[in-house]
């Protein structure tokens, strides 16, 4: 597509309990970039890939955090037993070199 | 230390008139790319424009131009004619060496308001 699709729009957990959230790039874009916006202004870059390979994982807190950009499938970022701290609006990013564009976001809100 | 830093947190504006929104940057690459985004209240990250470190001349875009300094280190981002739709979060970002498939870091953004 010509827009990065994200869903759900928002998710609602319970604190211990799985999220997961999805991420389709647009076509053509060999690079996906999951990015943590937390109170509207702090980002924090999380996971890229490069088609199915992890490129950088440098923030992801690999405890509870997984990510999978398998081929023919939606890209994923998985959080187990979520915290209330992962409360945020979660950005997926795509790129086929140049500016990065950004889907709509999930917002996380753990309860 | 901070990599890229918004020194202000709000600005106003009237409509019509220009607006500088200030970005400084921390890097030893030499080669590194500089980004504005605009994020208004329903929460999407728009890209604005952007600047390569090489570049000699000031990117534009429309009512978009970023004022590069590079021996300041600095990014501004400077908005003409200022519309009632300009307000939003402005977020500067940077990828560093690593080719266009870095990840970018963000500044904590610029919250601006246009007045009528």
């Known amino acids: 597509g010509e827009e990065v699709a994200q869903t759900p729009k928002h998710l609602v957990r319970g604190e211990g309990q799985k999220a997961k959230l999805y991420c389709a790039p647009i076509?053509?874009?060999?690079?996906v970039f999951w990015y943590q916006q937390v109170l509207k202004n702090e980002f924090k870059f999380l996971i890229s890939?490069?088609?199915?390979?992890?490129?950088?994982e440098t923030g992801m807190p690999k405890e509870r955090f997984s990510a999978k950009c398998l081929p023919n499938s939606p890209c994923s970022l998985e959080i187990q037993a979520t915290k209330l701290e992962d409360s945020a609006v979660y950005f997926c990013?795509?790129?086929?070199?140049?500016?990065?564009?950004f889907g709509p976001g999930t917002r996380l809100t753990v309860t | 230390a901070q990599k890229i830093t918004q020194t202000q947190p709000g600005m106003f504006v009237q409509e019509k008139e220009a607006v500088t929104l200030d970005c400084t940057y921390d890097?030893?690459?030499?080669?590194?790319?500089l980004f504005w985004y605009k994020q208004p209240s329903s929460g999407e990250m728009i890209f604005l424009i952007y600047?390569?470190?090489?570049?000699?001349q000031n990117a534009t875009e429309g009512r978009y131009s970023l004022n590069f300094q590079k021996a300041r280190k600095s990014a501004n981002l400077v908005i003409s004619a200022s519309q009632l739709g300009d307000s939003a979060m402005y977020f500067c970002?940077?990828?560093?060496?690593?080719?266009?498939?870095?990840?970018?870091?963000f500044g904590k953004g610029t919250k601006l308001s246009v007045k009528p």
């Open positions: 990013a795509s790129t086929a070199g140049g500016e990065q564009y």
């Open positions: 076509k053509g874009h060999s690079y």
């Open positions: 600047q390569g470190s090489y570049d000699e």
């Open positions: 970002a940077m990828r560093e060496e690593g080719g266009s498939q870095g990840n970018l870091i």
């Open positions: 890939f490069q088609n199915e390979n992890v490129f950088d």
């Open positions: 890097t030893s690459d030499q080669s590194y790319g």
